[in-house]
């Protein structure tokens, strides 16, 4: 007979919509967004191998398999917590310490905290938010265990979470003078997307100066806004109030940039466990959403 082994925050995801009759208030209940509700039930049923829940527009009810799901669920939650309170009490707290580039740390680093917490109650983590440059000093050195960062080039380590082109960036509207230098908007030395820009530039022969530099994510966001340059961002990470710049096709193209997630290696279980959810937080959501 085979084992079945759901991870528990797929049941508590299923517990959740089973009391409420909601996904959104089963979202709103845990503390987690409807798109994350609906793809623990997706996995669930496909685990399963059958609905669990009746849905539509208006309502959503259990099924009979998903009534018989609602008790062998709380015992397992049950027995979880019980087992988590025994070994893993005050005395058995455990602490990573976990770096994050500034523009993830921005966009989407409060939602994988959320869902970390609520699968690892256990374990405490200590945030360090900076340049991936930095970050992987600070890794190599053994003063972080878990990165979340761009690729630096030549360095092949670490999950790979995305891979996209960089895209040039400024305020909406902004446009640039064919005949004036490009106004470079850019992060302090080291930094990657600085190499990247300058690089592109300097191969397409393009004139350019450094407009504005700066050591973080607010001062770079706030000379753009301010309509002092243009800078090379992942277009996925984009901050509020900045766009793609509209002569785009002009500049030269700035290359592919990978997202990777480092860590202390297989044996470490809380540690590979913050970087799923780091690399599972990246991932196209595809799941329905449903009400």
Known sequence: MPVLEVP?????????????????????????????????????????????????????????????????????????????SYFFGTAHREKLRLGISEDFAVSQLADVLRAFRNEHPEVDLELAVGLSSALYQR???????????KRRSGDTRGEVAWTEELAWISRPGFSLNPDEPVPLVAYAPPSITRTL?????????????????????????????????IAAHSARLIPDGLAVVDD??????????????????????SANALISALVDSTTPETAPNFE
Not at 139 to 149: C, K, N, Q, R, T
Not at 201 to 218: H, K, V, Y
Not at 252 to 263: C, Q, Y
Request: include cysteine.
């Open 8 to 84: 528990p925050s797929l049941l508590k995801s299923f517990l959740a919509v089973a009391r409420e009759r909601s996904f959104t208030a089963a979202a709103k209940s845990l503390d987690l967004r409807q798109s994350t509700i609906s793809q623990h039930i997706q996995k669930l049923e496909q685990m399963v191998g059958c609905r669990l829940f009746v849905r539509d527009t208006h309502a959503v009810t259990l099924t009979a398999d998903g009534d018989a799901m609602c008790d062998f669920a709380a015992s397992v939650i049950e027995a979880n917590e019980r087992m988590s």
């Open 139 to 149: 890794y190599d050195s053994g003063e972080l265990d878990v990165i979340f960062a």
């Open 197 to 229: 820009a300058v690089a592109a530039l300097e191969a397409a022969r393009r004139p350019w100066r450094m407009a504005c530099s700066s050591g973080s994510l607010n001062g770079l966001r706030a000379a753009l806004v301010a309509g002092l340059g």
């Open 248 to 269: 785009e096709l002009t500049l030269p193209h700035l290359g592919e940039v990978e997202f990777v997630a480092l860590g202390p290696g297989r044996h470490h279980r």
